[in-house]
């Protein structure tokens, strides 16, 4: 289950919020320095996150990821699954990237897979079992998972809703 956590920056004092990753419970304390930019945008700000007993556990900028890119079709054939976006995706053709597809129905289709650009409005990921026809397509977003390599569990903060996503 997703939790999200509205940012709401202050001008005092740093912000904070509890954070479950693999079923361990940390504090996130988003502090800023002085080059953060006056429209408090992620230019600035880190992530610090302290396990309970108050151990670092790790500190890096804080990178925002996109809203989704919403899709107009999902079509599976042979173990591929081509997707189509509404408006062009703007990643570079003949690129393989991370892209998590979620949305679709169904459910099958949603996924975090490494994708292949294969046009300006188009790309394509390995799926082996065909979930059946598309529904309902979603959308497809390039994230920037903050405590990679570091947790199963995902922390995602969407720049432009303001929020944290925390996918256990």
């Given at each position: 289950?997703?939790?999200?956590?509205?940012?709401?920056?202050?001008?005092?004092?740093?912000?904070?919020?509890?954070?479950?990753?693999?079923?361990?419970?940390?504090?996130?304390?988003?502090?800023?320095?002085?080059?953060?930019?006056?429209?408090?945008?992620?230019?600035?700000?880190?992530?610090?996150?302290?396990?309970?007993?108050?151990?670092?556990i790790v500190s890096r900028a804080l990178s925002g990821s996109a809203v989704g890119i919403n899709l107009?079709?999902?079509?599976?054939?042979?173990?591929?699954?081509?997707?189509?976006?509404?408006?062009?995706?703007?990643?570079?053709?003949?690129?393989?990237?991370?892209?998590?597809?979620?949305?679709?129905?169904?459910?099958?289709?949603?996924?975090?897979?490494?994708?292949?650009?294969?046009?300006?409005?188009?790309?394509?990921?390995?799926?082996?079992?065909?979930?059946?026809?598309?529904?309902?397509?979603?959308?497809?977003?390039?994230?920037?998972?903050?405590?990679?390599?570091?947790?199963?569990?995902?922390?995602?903060?969407r720049t432009a809703a303001r929020q944290f996503e925390v996918n256990p």
């Amino acid at each position: 289950m997703t939790t999200f956590v509205n940012f709401v920056p202050s001008a005092t004092q740093p912000f904070s919020f509890a954070v479950t990753l693999d079923g361990q419970q940390y504090n996130a304390i988003i502090s800023w320095n002085i080059f953060r930019g006056s429209n408090n945008s992620t230019q600035g700000f880190y992530l610090n996150l302290y396990d309970l007993s108050g151990n670092l556990i790790v500190s890096r900028a804080l990178s925002g990821s996109a809203v989704g890119i919403n899709l107009q079709s999902l079509v599976w054939n042979n173990g591929t699954v081509t997707a189509t976006t509404v408006t062009p995706h703007g990643f570079k053709i003949g690129r393989s990237i991370p892209l998590a597809i979620s949305g679709a129905a169904p459910d099958g289709f949603n996924m975090l897979a490494q994708c292949y650009i294969v046009g300006p409005s188009s790309f394509t990921y390995p799926l082996a079992t065909n979930p059946g026809a598309a529904t309902a397509f979603g959308s497809a977003s390039f994230e920037v998972n903050l405590v990679g390599g570091l947790f199963a569990s995902r922390l995602i903060y969407r720049t432009a809703a303001r929020q944290f996503e925390v996918n256990p």
